[in-house]
């Protein structure tokens, strides 16, 4: 078999605060093939969030380890070299804008921070602010656009300095719901062309099956791996599948595996 | 409209300070006020005219000391708040000296001062920037402490370096508490400065106060006080200046 792109292997996290210790990841293994679109989804609470936090040296880990191209990724209390953040883009549940800096500023930091210079990369960026539709506000600052607008300019931010994997940390859940299922076709439509490894976290179901090839269900108490479900559905996905039956099956299998938790009240 | 609200907002000041000064100036007038206990507006304008050849030299010698004074009182205060913020040790060893330097009143330390330093500048400098660096620091610390966690994490996911992180992301963050520390700092350089001058030496506004009201020439006394007012207000403008220079963006 091919190396998986991503392998967490009995990844545990512990947080400790001043008066207990809380377990928020326990005993977390999976693996992701390169290219591959899957989605982590569970209620609030369950550390999916931790999860893509660990594997993007944020926060280090407790036990076990993450491998990334077979090669060991995280070590206790020690930065991750920015060789290896380098692979990886980061998109926030906010668009997480720097506010003094104009959008197209906004985009291009993260070639200044790995110090990509070059005509080339200039050129990067302004290829996506085209891909997403934002060139005429490339010298606005980020209070002057709207919502929209601004998750595109994080999710091209984080797609700058050419990473191999994205990580998406429920990235359009403070959106309206019609710009959400825009901005997850245009997402299809990104990964379908670039080819890019993505992992994204919802809490949001339907979301789940629409984009991924695979979800991993988790639940909390503490935050662990419940159930690893294949979707089998035909490519390239549209809204309209929605309605499918088989759509409709695995949307209910995939209730039935988070169980009681009713998430209409999980914001 | 937009024309027209801007000149409401600028002859609204006007005519309430015209007011003022009239309703001041009639009270005075009308009730025979002796001019030793409390002058009519028109005579200590006159005064700060007439007898300025007088103050120029001491309100030179306070502009400077407000001034220089608050010119070290940023870096500093703005250096120690980054240290402190970024090493728990530094916080450790010297967050107690710097509640210290805060809670002391400034006044109780003049006179050590100027046994030590004398009467001069550099005793006069030194007092105001101890008295203001504090209170930028307390607001730079707490700007640096708010920086919300997912501006720290988009920094940590590229590996910025700590230069990169405090320049890009950390410093801009801060700004607007940096510089309401910035503003108290100017308004306790000016009263600092006066506080030093009533009590050490005989050049500057605050001596010059001093000197009048015991010869009970109350109007130059006035004129003086007037004249603190307009460097605080200098002051006032110039950080206002600053400010919308530098934080030029919407949170």
Known sequence: ?267 | MKKKNKLISFLAPVVSFLLIFSLWEIACTVNEVPTWFLPKPTEIFRSMVVDFPEFWPHILVTFEVVLMGFLIAIPVGLLLASLVTSFPLVNAALSPYITFLVTTPLISLIPLLMLMMGFGLNMRITTVVIQSFAVINMNACTGFNNVPTIRRELMQSMGADPIKTYLKMTLPSAASDIFTGVRLAAIFATTTCISVEYNAGNTGLGSQIIKYSQYLKTTQSFACIFYVTIIGLIMYGLISFAQKKIISWKE
């Open chain 1, 1 to 267: 078999m091919q190396e998986p792109k991503i392998k967490f292997d009995h990844v545990t996290k512990v947080f400790q605060t001043r008066s207990q210790s809380i377990l928020a990841v326990k005993d977390y293994s999976m693996e992701i093939a390169a290219g591959e679109f899957v989605s982590i989804l569970g209620p609030s609470g369950c550390g999916k969030s931790t999860l893509i936090r660990m594997l993007d040296g944020i926060i280090d880990t407790t036990e076990g380890d993450i491998f990334i191209d077979g090669q060991k990724v995280n070590y206790a209390k020690k930065k991750m070299p920015q060789s290896i953040l380098r692979k990886m883009g980061f998109i926030f549940q906010q668009p997480n804008m720097l506010p003094w800096f104009t959008v197209r500023e906004n985009i291009a930091l993260p070639l200044r921070v790995f110090d990509l210079k070059g005509p080339e990369w200039e050129k990067r960026v302004d290829e996506l602010l085209e891909l997403v539709g934002l060139t005429e506000y490339a010298k606005a600052y980020p209070a002057e656009i709207s919502g929209g607008m601004l998750q595109r300019a994080g999710v091209i931010r984080a797609m700058v300095h050419d990473p191999e994997i994205l990580l998406m940390d429920e990235p359009f859940g403070a959106l309206d719901e019609l710009t959400r299922e825009q901005m997850n076709m245009e997402l299809l439509d990104i990964w379908t062309r670039t080819k890019k490894t993505i992992i994204f976290i919802t809490h949001n179901i339907e979301e789940a099956v629409l984009l991924s090839s695979r979800v991993y269900v988790m639940g909390t108490h503490p935050g662990r791996l419940v159930e690893i479900v294949d979707l089998d559905l035909p490519r390239p996905r549209t809204l309209s599948m929605i309605t499918q039956p088989k759509f409709i099956q695995y949307r209910e299998k995939l209730e039935g595996c988070i169980g009681e938790i009713d998430l209409s009240k999980i914001k």
